[in-house]
């Protein structure tokens, strides 16, 4: 298994930066993706964005342009550099991972997924 743990949510004014961090550990090598989801009050938790083992990303068209997620590989860990923020963006941030359903230096790992606790990310106006 894999166990997520976020860190650097907040509260923030409109247009200003925050970056999230995700400390992956356990069997982080048979991570297939790994990245954020978000849910605002009342709604659906929605994918905010990916970043595959190869480094393909993937990103909501909402914060296309505004966030940049990154992999630090000798760390385990992600980043969600988040600029431009909105009010829109508040939510808790969901550190996420998708993994297994390979074979890992030589065993088969079933598919699993992991998700952190959440961090809370507020955007005044």
């Known amino acids: 298994q894999v166990q997520l743990v976020e860190s650097g949510g907040g509260l923030v004014q409109a247009g200003g930066s925050l970056r999230l961090s995700c400390a992956a550990s356990?069997?982080?090598?048979?991570?297939?993706?790994i990245g954020w989801y978000r849910q605002a009050p009342g709604k659906q938790r929605d994918l905010v964005a990916t970043?595959?083992?190869?480094?393909?990303?993937n990103y909501a068209d909402a914060v296309k342009g505004r966030f940049t997620i990154s992999r630090d590989n000798a760390e385990n860990t992600v980043y969600l550099q988040m600029n431009s923020l909105r009010p829109e963006d508040t939510a808790v941030y969901y550190c996420?991972?998708?993994?297994?359903?390979?074979?890992?230096?030589?065993?088969?790992?079933?598919?699993?997924?992991?998700w952190g606790q959440g961090t809370q990310v507020t955007v005044s106006s």
């Open positions: 970043i595959s083992s190869g480094g393909s990303t």
């Open positions: 356990g069997s982080t090598f048979t991570i297939n993706a």
């Open positions: 996420y991972c998708n993994a297994g359903g390979a074979i890992y230096r030589g065993s088969y790992y079933r598919s699993f997924e992991s």
